[in-house]
Nanobody, 114 residues
Framework: QVQLTESGGGLVQPGGSLRLSCAAS????????MGWYRQAPGKQRELVAR???????NYADSVKGRFTISRDNAKNTIYLQMNSLEPEDTAVYYC????????WGQGTQVTVSS
């Protein structure tokens, strides 16, 4: 079955950095659009960044210039490098794989606080 496993979340001070990883199994990874979404308490889940099978990327306006999404098809893994983190980035971050159907990971908590 399909599994998406996120890692790399944690507590970081404002201005700090984290790198999230999402390892996928059970899918033909290289043909999937992969993405990172986040959900803060009391808010709807929102797109953070997305990368297609051919490497087209889009970001939420709120993270442009601070976050970078990448994928390693040899490792069936995507990454989200997050720099200059702000308290507003605090959320549960979810990995998503999308083609004809969407698959989601369990999420990893990111907390930005001093």
């Amino acid at each position: 079955q399909v599994q998406l496993t996120e890692s790399g979340g944690g507590l970081v001070q404002p201005g700090g950095s984290l790198r999230l990883s999402c390892a996928a199994s059970g899918i033909f990874f290289s043909i999937y659009t992969m993405g990172w979404y986040r959900q803060a308490p009391g808010k709807q889940r929102e797109l953070v960044a997305r990368i297609t099978s051919v490497g087209n990327i889009n970001y939420a306006d709120s993270v442009k210039g601070r976050f970078t999404i990448s994928r390693d098809n040899a490792k069936n893994t995507i990454y989200l490098q997050m720099n200059s983190l702000e308290p507003e980035d605090t959320a549960v971050y979810y990995c998503m794989a999308s083609r004809t159907k969407d698959y989601w990971g369990q999420g990893t908590q990111v907390t930005v606080s001093s």
